[in-house]
């Protein structure tokens, strides 16, 4: 009888641990971002800057609260980001006043100001509640915080090279239908928001699976 016992408890552990391997594996299938739910595939692919990187292209606005809170994350996340990883942020334009930022964020860039201004933008108008849609308090912001001169950065932002680059993102931001900040794209395939992924901090371990995936298929195709 205990032999038999012994015999019957055997299996039961075999099959037992049989069932909770299936769970795992399962849980592990499961937990893997899913398309259509997770994030999802635009309708018609965006062309890269770099077709040998992975591009990561963050569409934000300095005036979105939610962009300013998802920054510190996001850097966190791109200071260690691997090699193959081409970062872009990308200023949304969908209003006039979304548009004069924008022109801020490509000033930054043109005067090689941007490390120096960038946070200080996102402070200003939500911590500080400053009106940097107005052209005279960003010169001021600028030559604060970088000593740009303020006939230089009126000169620049209002040149046309740099209106072409807002509309060149906003043409961009079109063509990635995004409806709403902070949004990721992936390699110009793939669109992840906080809303499809769950919170911002889930946005980024999406977006990570999707550039290994990315990444693997390159080296596939080699």
Known sequence: MSHALSRFTIRWLAVSALVLLSASAGAETAAAPQEGVNY???????????????EVVEVFSYACIH????????????????????FQQLPAAFDQTWGLLAQAFFTAEALGVT???????????????????????LAKLFNDAA????????KVFNSFGIRSKV??????????????????????????????AGSPEQMLEVVSYLVEQQ???????Q
Not at 123 to 131: K, L, M, V
Not at 215 to 221: G, N
């Open 115 to 137: 490390e120096k201004v960038h946070a200080l933008i996102f402070s200003g108008i939500h911590d500080q509640r400053i009106n940097l849609a107005d052209p005279v308090e």
């Open 147 to 154: 000593g740009v001169p303020p006939e230089e950065f009126n």
């Open 40 to 54: 999802k595939r635009l309708p018609v692919a965006i062309e890269t800057r770099d077709p040998s990187r992975v």
């Open 215 to 221: 990444w693997a298929q390159r080296a596939k195709s």
């Open 167 to 196: 509309q060149q993102a906003d043409a961009r931001t079109r063509a990635y239908r995004i409806t709403g900040t902070p949004t990721l794209i992936v390699d110009g395939q793939f669109l992840v928001d906080a809303r499809m």
């Open 67 to 86: 962009c300013k809170n998802f920054e510190p994350l996001l850097m966190a996340w791109r200071a260690k980001a691997p090699g193959h990883v081409d």
